[in-house]
């Protein structure tokens, strides 16, 4: 089985930064493409970055140029850094990844289990 454990919530004011991270353990024989994802209260779970194996990302339009993913691959970890935040941004945030347990078996996606992130006005 595979674990994603998240870690780096928390309450910050706007235009403050918080740093999240996700470590992936367990069976992992590679990991494909690495995610964050965010659920407000009364939303649907939304996507905000993605990031490839190679280090390709990708971003919601409502976090372009303010926030940033990473991965270190030797760690199976992913980073989400988030600056000038905003209450909008309020959210638990959720990793993902797509990961391989074998050399014979598909990916399948792993979730975390989620972290608190608050932001007041």
């Known amino acids: 089985q595979v674990q994603l454990v998240e870690s780096g919530g928390g309450l910050v004011q706007a235009g403050g930064s918080l740093r999240l991270s996700c470590a992936a353990s367990?069976?992992?024989?590679?990991?494909?493409?690495m995610a964050w994802y965010r659920q407000a209260p009364g939303n649907q779970r939304e996507l905000v970055a993605t990031?490839?194996?190679?280090?390709?990302?990708n971003y919601a339009d409502s976090v372009k140029g303010r926030f940033t993913i990473s991965r270190d691959n030797a760690k199976n970890t992913v980073y989400l850094q988030m600056n000038s935040l905003k209450p909008e941004d309020t959210a638990v945030y959720y990793c993902?990844?797509?990961?391989?347990?074998?050399?014979?078996?598909?990916?399948?996606?792993?979730w975390g289990q989620g972290t608190q992130v608050t932001v007041s006005s």
């Open positions: 993902a990844a797509d990961v391989r347990t074998s050399i014979r078996a598909p990916a399948s996606r792993f």
């Open positions: 990031i490839t194996s190679g280090g390709s990302p």
């Open positions: 367990g069976s992992i024989f590679s990991i494909s493409s």
